[in-house]
């Protein structure tokens, strides 16, 4: 496993763009706007019908409900059905964008992601200046349900897909696969495909007072019972129509289904919506047996544990036995530090969007005399500089007289110091870009690694200048 940065540039919208409709439990009218959001921001949900307007991130660990929908909640705000317009904007290979609402839940629409297309396509796709991460998939990852029997996986490949097999128990409904094999495929293949249930589901959501917002235009139903009249008469009022039949390919009446598989399809739309929620692109295929949203934002949760401990833990893999890319002289005829304030002793990798370098912590450090007398603990703050020193080769890389130039810091943000630092230990500091640089500003995320773990982390930006 591991997170690596690409060559792709992140992505949002171009312009803001509003749809508005019934949320399909509520009943509520309610207005969606996609917004434009700057890089490295994700996906987020806004509701601004609430007071300071609170953002819900679109993330596995806010998962709450999965009952007829994936429901997320942050600080008591609650997010219904987001799986739908999630699973559009992944399936256009976006990044960043805002989801402002004026209610709890996104519009039903025809209960497909296909309007949630349209209205991203219309509003446009623009590239950003900012490198995606991809989470590479080397080992297969599994989910389990015992009680269901449903399955999940991801394993290997080249890029993105999903596969998806159903099996219903019906004799209306039998089994049924669908695959998307690249990302570009989802609007013709799976963006259409629309939601649905069983008539004993809509039976139980109907007594329980939900489906609101629920007609034969949005949900496929599939007849796996006898219709008795007293049902028949539920039907009419909970979808406002004057006559219900079924017709023989044993749905209700008013729809005509746009594949034959259309079900495996929807599921397989659930599945894109539900691990948009890893927060992080997957370069790897997905395999899921019986999905559902439990399952699914069950996955999603380990994937996004997995993610995380990736990203932190990725410890580069360099031998320190093999000559540097540049030594400490090479080092010093590009940085203007000096002893006793030059902390980065050699540079392993150098590339347009990344840097290694290493230091080989002594007990000759002078900073060991007071920090602190018979407990040697190399300040965290100078774990930060050296760790940013890393950083100036990298932005003084960009420059033909490196030598004329001094690096100063901006900003750091999210610092966290994880593991101590003593005499004897080697640091490893990799530092790689989150926005390409411009104009000498270099914005990076930079880890410090010692013993094989974690030590420091922060993001940093600083700017070079030139002195002579």
């Known amino acids: 496993m591991g997170i690596v940065v690409t060559e792709t540039k992140q992505k949002t919208i171009e312009k803001e763009i509003s749809l508005t409709g019934v949320g399909l439990h509520t009943g509520k009218d309610v207005t969606l706007t996609f917004k434009p959001a700057p890089a490295n921001t994700g996906l987020a949900f806004k509701r601004v019908d609430l007071e300071g307007a609170p953002v819900i991130e679109a993330d596995a660990n806010y998962v709450t409900n999965t009952q007829r929908g994936t429901c997320l909640e942050k600080n008591g705000v609650a997010i219904q059905t987001s799986e739908h317009v999630l699973a559009a904007l992944i399936g256009l290979d976006i990044d ?15 209960g497909s992601s296909k309007f949630f297309v349209e209205a991203i396509e219309k509003a446009g796709i623009v590239e950003q200046d900012a490198f995606r991460e991809e989470f590479v998939v080397t080992d297969i990852v599994s989910y389990i349900d015992e009680d ?25 409904l039998g089994t049924q696969n669908a695959t998307l094999n690249q990302v570009s495929d989802f609007k013709e293949e799976i963006s259409t495909s629309r939601t649905f249930s069983f008539l004993h589901e809509i039976e139980m959501l109907l007594e329980h007072g939900l489906i609101k917002g629920g007609d034969l235009n949005n949900a496929i139903v599939y007849v796996d019972k006898p219709l008795s009249p007293e049902t028949m008469e539920k039907l009419k009022v909970a979808f406002k129509k004057d006559a219900i039949a079924v017709k023989p390919n044993g749905i209700l009446d008013n729809l005509t289904l746009h594949h034959p598989n259309e079900a495996a399809r929807h599921k397989l739309l659930d ?16 395999i899921a047996n019986k999905p559902g949203h439990f399952i699914n934002t069950q996955f999603a949760k380990k994937l996004s544990k997995i993610v995380k401990n990736e990203r932190r833990n990725n410890v580069p ?19 203007p530090h000096r002893q006793p304030f030059l902390l980065i002793d050699k540079v392993f990798e150098l590339s347009d969007q990344h840097v290694t370098a290493t230091k080989n912590v002594t007990m000759n450090e002078e900073f060991f005399k007071g920090h602190f007398p018979g407990a040697p603990v190399m300040p965290g703050v100078l774990i930060v500089e050296a760790m940013a020193q890393t950083g100036g080769i990298l932005v003084l890389s960009t420059v033909p007289d490196p030598e004329n130039y001094l690096t100063f810091f901006m900003k750091m943000d999210n610092v966290k110091f994880k593991q101590k630092v003593s005499p004897g230990d080697t640091l490893i ?40």
């Not at 893999?317 to 940085?335: A, C, K, R, W, Y």
């Open 271 to 286: 599945v894109v919506g539900d691990l948009a929620l890893v927060g992080t692109k997957i370069r790897g295929k997905v």
């Open 148 to 172: 269901s029997g449903s399955e999940i996986l991801v394993m290997p490949a080249n890029q993105y897909q999903i596969t998806t097999m159903v099996d219903f128990g019906t004799k209306v």
């Open 317 to 335: 893999n360099i031998d320190l036995n093999q000559p540097p890319l540049m030594d400490v002289t090479q080092i010093m005829s590009m940085l």
């Open 96 to 110: 960043n964008v805002i989801l402002e609402l004026n209610a709890s839940e996104p519009p039903i629409m025809d």
């Open 429 to 468: 500091f990799k530092c790689t870009l989150i926005t390409p640089i411009r104009r000498g500003i270099c914005h990076m995320q930079g880890y410090a690694y010692a013993n094989g773990k974690l030590c420091a982390e922060a993001e940093l930006m600083a700017q070079i200048s030139k002195v002579k």
